[in-house]
């Protein structure tokens, strides 16, 4: 049973860095083919796409976030991290973590299973 | 980055209907897209990969079709647990982009 769940500081305040624990159990990222991805979504808008990384540890970031985002993993503790530098009230979202794993003979790349979302308040 | 643009925004539907929404891309993608379904207050589901791939336990009403930038999300016979918000989701490009949501309402 695949299982992902979300944790972190649940109000952050400008300029401050943000730092979030995915963990997750069903599924190893030592796998090929397996990867983690962090989405976000603010409240009442759509998702966004913010961080992936794959069982060989190669990392990609959203275009418009990547000098403010790091993510990582630790194999050993089945968890990925993600960081966010210089947080501002626009940043304000549920952020999801999601396995992400091909599917069909073509392997494309689904966000199957997900974590029910943690909010975070960017707030003074 | 690929831009996704689905269509319509909101739409309202009765119980039995049938309802096509669709997904424009910014550049051809060939199959790679996905369809997610997202419940208030929940996390997204994977309805759709691969542009009409049913994914398992997924009731067969929902399909999709289409291929280079043009995809379609079809629901044959509205039952009341799917007035929800459906997106878009392209993975041809590693830097993955959701379309903006289609909100399906009861009318």
């Known amino acids: 049973q695949v299982t992902l769940r979300e944790s972190g500081p649940a109000l952050v305040k400008p300029t401050q860095t943000l730092t979030l624990t995915c963990t997750f159990s069903g599924f190893s990222l030592n796998t090929r083919g397996m990867c983690v991805s962090w989405i976000r979504q603010p409240p009442g808008k759509a998702l966004e796409w913010l961080a992936i990384?794959?069982?060989?540890?190669?990392?990609y970031y959203s275009t418009s976030l990547k000098t403010r985002l790091t993510i990582s993993n630790d194999t050993s503790k089945n968890q990925v991290v993600l960081t966010m530098t210089n947080m501002d009230p626009v940043d304000t979202a549920t952020y999801y973590c999601?396995?992400?794993?091909?599917?069909?003979?073509?392997?494309?790349?689904?966000?199957?299973?997900w974590g029910q979302g943690t909010l975070v308040t960017v707030s003074s | 980055d690929i831009q996704m643009t689905q269509s319509p925004s909101s739409l309202s539907a009765s119980v039995g209907d049938r309802v096509t929404i669709t997904c424009r891309t910014s550049?051809?993608?060939?199959?790679?897209l996905n369809w997610y379904q997202q419940k208030p207050g929940k996390a997204p589901r994977l309805l759709i990969y691969?542009?009409?791939s049913l994914q398992s336990g997924v009731p067969s009403r929902f399909s999709g079709s289409g291929s280079g930038t043009d995809f379609t999300l079809t629901i044959s016979s509205l039952q009341p647990e799917d007035f929800a918000t459906y997106y878009c989701q392209q993975s041809y490009s590693t830097l993955y982009t959701f379309g903006q949501g289609t909100k399906l309402e009861i009318k």
């Open positions: 691969a542009a009409s």
């Open positions: 550049q051809s993608i060939n199959k790679y």
């Open positions: 999601a396995r992400t794993s091909s599917r069909g003979p073509g392997f494309i790349m689904t966000f199957d299973y």
């Open positions: 990384i794959d069982w060989d540890d190669d990392k």
